[in-house]
């Protein structure tokens, strides 16, 4: 990121970007959150999901915190992420241009006429 241009993100590091936006977890929820939101489309396995999260905090979009939630037991061995400022910004970057190509995609037809649809 040294030109001042960060490189595009990966689906798979948009999709971790995705879960910690909603606040910090642990991996095996960022897994569910994924799971959940594409209907089991899309499964990250634990190697995919951990090199990417390395990457992100070698990046500085994410970093590792020690803090779990209320009410979660204690448990030592989970490792608990949440995005940093940077890492907002990049997601929102993101969003905005899966935006712009969604828009794109009903435009060509390929997806119906989303707008009709909200504007209802």
Known sequence: MADGN???????????LLAL??????????MGF???VTDGSVQLGPGTLYRTLARLVADGLVE????SHE????????????LTR??????QREARLLER?????????LLGDLRRADAS
């Open 6 to 16: 960060p490189p595009p993100l990966t689906p798979a590091a948009f999709q971790v």
């Open 86 to 91: 940077l890492g907002w910004e990049m997601a």
């Open 101 to 109: 190509l969604t828009s794109a995609a009903v435009d060509a037809g």
């Open 21 to 30: 936006a909603r606040g910090r977890t642990h991996g095996y929820g960022i």
């Open 64 to 67: 590792e915190t020690r803090e």
């Open 71 to 82: 009410g979660e037991p204690h448990d030592a061995r989970r490792r608990y992420y949440r």
């Open 34 to 36: 994924i799971g959940e």
